[in-house]
């Protein structure tokens, strides 16, 4: 085995475009403040009553709190059920807001509907049809006329039909109103589509189990790539080493290496839910899984060939949604392929990684896969990238600068080639960073852990490369 290209410190952070100077965290994610969600509950539209306590005037009232710093790279995480939503708008400018809403991965399965007219047009539109799940109404009016209108929506509305309110009035005292007389959310303008997803989310939350963890779909921009790696690398740290409770998912059934890479040779698997995905309960999902560590579990591929591995698109999204609700953080194992599902799992993640290697055709594919997501997930950041195995010896490679500037986008993490700690890790079933806690792919995986989780993650060195970064 040729002798790996080792950067030092320096060079790998000059490499990546980074002023080892600069005091803050060029890596930090940002953690978003949190929203101002106003989240009522279900719709009781039989009663809205008289409106009596004579709130006219805005300025007369306390206003609700700024919604318009709402942080739209911070959605939501939990995705709307299968529910109709009809809105009725009064301005173009809240129709197309609902519009970009509609097409955000998290209301995949509601079928939303968009009208102008505002409040009158539900009015009419109802009274010889039955309302759907949720009806979304925009209205400039306050007062006396908001509610004469609301209890006329009331009349024609079903029992279980919830409602948000589009305002103009930002008064905390007709809020409560509202929210008193059995309005599910009232909003107010200036609004973002991540804001408006929320309270859908806010309203259809299931009681019984609230919990969704996140999906972080890694996916390689070629075969060879080092995606898988850098999957089990980064669950690994976030279980041992955040201490937060991870699982993987192998999803490349026929070659899938997570067993191999964590020394595991289950006899049942992820092939078995996907096989009969409607039977995946708590229960038989603790039977298929394989404990690896006290927080990390393990969803393993057979990684045979005695059959094709032929399964429905809608058993991989039915079994991603069981597992998520067991754990915190899920790391889905997207092989180097493309059909239906693995594009559904990919632009239906949470959070999403492409690992590269410096040469044209990792350029050619991650560019294709950046323009893909940011077309169908504009309310989402775009995904993060790292570059692997850089430096490999003798090997023509764009350089880091170069491919990022082509790319339009900035690493979150650049690898050096290190194939004989990888390799050695491999054979024994280990990672890195339990055999090699002082080497740079080891500081280099708590740091994109870092990066995804928004956490503190433990590290066992004190490299340079981490005081540089200011962490460890």
Same mark, same amino acid.
Not at 213 to 241: D, L, Y
Not at 370 to 398: S, T, W, Y
């Given at each position: 085995?040729?002798?790996?290209?080792?950067?030092?410190?320096?060079?790998?952070?000059?490499?990546?475009?980074?002023?080892?100077?600069?005091?803050?965290?060029?890596?930090?994610?940002?953690?978003?403040?949190?929203?101002?969600?106003?989240?009522?509950?279900?719709?009781?539209?039989?009663?809205?009553?008289?409106?009596?306590?004579?709130?006219?005037?805005?300025?007369?009232?306390?206003?609700?709190?700024?919604?318009?710093?709402?942080?739209? &790279? =911070?959605?939501?995480?939990?995705?709307?059920?299968? $529910? +109709?939503?009809?809105?009725?708008?009064?301005?173009? #400018?809240? !129709?197309?807001?609902?519009?970009?809403?509609?097409?955000?991965?998290?209301?995949?399965?509601?079928?939303?509907?968009?009208?102008?007219?505002?409040?009158?047009?539900?009015?009419?539109?109802?009274?010889?049809?039955?309302?759907?799940?949720?009806?979304?109404?925009?209205?400039?009016?306050?007062?006396?006329?908001?509610?004469?209108?609301?209890?006329?929506?009331?009349?024609?509305?079903?029992?279980?039909?919830?409602?948000?309110?589009?305002?103009?009035?930002?008064?905390?005292?007709?809020?409560?109103?509202?929210?008193?007389?059995?309005?599910?959310?009232?909003?107010?303008?200036?609004?973002?589509?991540?804001?408006?997803?929320?309270?859908?989310?806010?309203?259809?939350?299931?009681?019984?189990?609230?919990?969704?963890?996140?999906?972080?779909?890694?996916? &390689? =921009?070629?075969?060879?790539?080092?995606?898988?790696? $850098? +999957?089990?690398?980064?669950?690994?740290?976030?279980? #041992?080493? !955040?201490?937060?409770?991870?699982?993987?998912?192998?999803?490349?059934?026929?070659?899938?290496?997570?067993?191999?890479?964590?020394?595991?040779?289950?006899?049942?698997?992820?092939?078995?839910?996907?096989?009969?995905?409607?039977?995946?309960?708590?229960?038989?999902?603790?039977?298929?899984?394989?404990?690896?560590?006290?927080?990390?579990?393990?969803?393993?591929?057979?990684?045979?060939?005695?059959?094709?591995?032929?399964?429905?698109?809608?058993?991989?999204?039915?079994?991603?949604?069981?597992?998520?609700?067991?754990?915190?953080?899920?790391?889905?194992?997207?092989?180097?392929?493309?059909?239906?599902?693995?594009?559904?799992?990919?632009?239906?993640?949470?959070?999403?990684?492409?690992?590269?290697?410096?040469?044209?055709?990792?350029?050619?594919?991650?560019?294709?896969?950046?323009?893909?997501?940011?077309?169908?997930?504009?309310?989402?950041?775009?995904?993060?990238?790292?570059?692997?195995?850089?430096?490999?010896?003798?090997?023509?490679?764009?350089?880091?600068?170069?491919?990022?500037?082509?790319?339009?986008?900035?690493?979150?993490?650049?690898?050096?080639?290190?194939?004989?700690?990888?390799?050695?890790?491999?054979?024994?079933?280990?990672?890195?960073?339990?055999?090699?806690?002082?080497?740079?792919?080891?500081?280099?995986?708590?740091?994109?852990?870092?990066?995804?989780?928004?956490?503190?993650?433990?590290?066992?060195?004190?490299?340079?490369?981490?005081?540089?970064?200011?962490?460890?």
């Amino acid at each position: 085995m040729s002798e790996a290209y080792s950067y030092d410190a320096d060079e790998l952070l000059e490499a990546a475009d980074i002023d080892a100077s600069d005091e803050r965290d060029p890596y930090d994610p940002g953690m978003p403040e949190d929203g101002d969600a106003r989240t009522g509950g279900a719709a009781d539209l039989d009663d809205f009553g008289d409106f009596e306590d004579g709130l006219q005037g805005e300025a007369e009232h306390p206003v609700l709190p700024d919604m318009s710093s709402f942080d739209n &790279g =911070a959605p939501t995480d939990q995705p709307v059920p299968r $529910i +109709a939503i009809q809105a009725f708008c009064e301005r173009p #400018e809240t !129709a197309k807001l609902i519009q970009r809403s509609a097409g955000d991965r998290r209301l995949a399965k509601a079928q939303v509907t968009v009208n102008m007219g505002g409040l009158p047009t539900a009015i009419e539109t109802f009274h010889d049809k039955s309302t759907p799940h949720l009806i979304i109404v925009e209205s400039g009016m306050q007062g006396q006329g908001l509610f004469s209108q609301l209890d006329e929506l009331a009349s024609v509305c079903d029992p279980e039909t919830n409602v948000i309110v589009i305002g103009a009035a930002n008064d905390i005292s007709l809020y409560r109103e509202l929210m008193r007389k059995g309005v599910s959310e009232y909003l107010v303008p200036p609004l973002s589509p991540v804001q408006l997803i929320s309270s859908i989310a806010g309203i259809y939350v299931d009681p019984e189990a609230p919990f969704a963890g996140r999906t972080v779909a890694f996916v &390689g =921009a070629k075969g060879g790539a080092g995606s898988s790696t $850098i +999957a089990h690398h980064v669950g690994w740290c976030i279980a #041992e080493n !955040a201490h937060v409770n991870a699982t993987i998912v192998d999803l490349d059934l026929p070659f899938g290496t997570a067993g191999l890479d964590f020394n595991q040779d289950p006899t049942q698997g992820v092939a078995d839910a996907l096989r009969e995905p409607e039977r995946l309960d708590d229960v038989l999902l603790e039977r298929l899984l394989s404990r690896c560590t006290d927080r990390l579990t393990l969803f393993s591929a057979p990684g045979t060939l005695d059959r094709e591995w032929e399964m429905d698109a809608a058993a991989y999204e039915q079994v991603i949604d069981t597992v998520r609700r067991s754990v915190p953080y899920v790391m889905l194992d997207i092989p180097h392929g493309w059909n239906r599902w693995t594009r559904n799992t990919l632009l239906s993640a949470d959070e999403i990684v492409v690992t590269a290697t410096p040469d044209l055709a990792s350029l050619r594919n991650a560019k294709n896969l950046f323009d893909l997501v940011r077309a169908q997930r504009p309310n989402d950041g775009p995904p993060k990238i790292v570059l692997n195995q850089v430096g490999v010896p003798k090997r023509p490679e764009i350089p880091v600068k170069d491919f990022c500037e082509a790319l339009g986008a900035e690493p979150c993490l650049v690898l050096p080639y290190e194939p004989a700690i990888f390799g050695a890790a491999a054979n024994n079933g280990q990672m890195v960073n339990e055999m090699r806690g002082d080497s740079k792919a080891a500081e280099g995986m708590l740091h994109l852990a870092r990066v995804i989780t928004g956490r503190h993650v433990e590290s066992n060195s004190k490299s340079l490369f981490s005081k540089l970064l200011g962490r460890g």
